[in-house]
């Protein structure tokens, strides 16, 4: 009896250090269960070749976030990283990295910084067809969507006596989703004015007042979050 209940405790033991336990909801679970994701149900991840320069992630720390897959499957508490140049969002369990096996619809990271610390990522498929196939951070949403696509860009320079350099450049493209129709935007008052139309005039006074610029990453969320609540 002793001996068979050390292995039970055993198996316990090895079966949680190849798991993550947290929260999950959705059609098929209660909101108040718990999940265990095998890795091996999931893609190993290989991380950057060593003679690339830079960093691929929107951000380089692990980040408390979420995941809600195409499925509708809810899950949280989870440790995540975004591989803006691979595409891919990356979990932690036990100092070792995966790449989820199914489909993400959308995802967040508590960065500490934009949107009040958590940065919402979409599939672009799902907002808009015309946007590019990857996710895109959600700036702003409502009657006018703002957002945003990180792309990460391998460049290789070349000198003389010198071997290439692989180095990894960041290239931010902005979207506007209005009426179901997206477009990409320059951030300047004039695309700005453009967007707004009719209520121009209020939301320009609005940005006087609270200091905004219209060349801004900053200025257009607070401007587009105040004419979605006119």
């Given at each position: 009896m002793k001996y068979l209940i050390s292995s039970v405790c055993l198996f316990v033991l090895f079966f949680q250090s190849r798991a993550q336990i947290g929260s999950v909801s959705g059609p098929s679970s209660s909101a108040s269960s718990t999940f265990i994701s095998d890795p091996l149900n999931n893609r190993p991840y290989y991380g950057n070749n060593s003679d690339i320069e830079g960093n691929t992630f929107f951000s380089?720390?692990?980040?408390?976030?979420?995941?809600?897959?195409?499925?509708?499957?809810?899950?949280?508490?989870?440790?995540?990283?975004?591989?803006a140049f691979r595409n891919e969002v990356v979990f932690l369990i036990n100092d070792s990295t995966f790449v989820f096996a199914e489909e993400i619809r959308e995802f967040t990271l508590n960065t500490g910084s934009k949107n009040g610390g958590v940065a919402k990522f979409v599939k672009s498929n799902s907002v808009a067809g015309s946007l590019?196939?990857?996710?895109?951070?959600?700036?702003?949403?409502?009657?006018i969507s703002f957002y945003m696509h990180q792309k990460k860009n391998l460049v290789t320079t070349t000198g003389y006596n010198?071997?290439?350099?692989?180095?990894?450049?960041?290239?931010?493209?902005?979207?506007?989703?209005?009426?179901?129709?997206?477009?990409?935007?320059?951030?300047?008052?004039?695309?700005?004015e453009e967007i707004i139309g009719a209520k121009w005039q209020e939301v320009n006074a609005y940005m006087e007042k609270n200091n905004l610029s219209a060349k801004s990453e900053a200025g257009w969320i607070e401007a587009i979050n105040y004419f979605n609540t006119l």
């Open positions: 380089s720390k692990w980040s408390a976030g979420s995941i809600k897959t195409a499925n509708g499957i809810h899950y949280t508490n989870m440790t995540l990283k975004f591989d590019p196939p990857k996710y895109v951070l959600a700036l702003a949403e409502g009657k010198m071997a290439d350099r692989k180095i990894i450049e960041d290239r931010n493209t902005y979207y506007i989703v209005q009426n179901g129709n997206s477009q990409s935007v320059s951030l300047n008052k004039k695309n700005l």
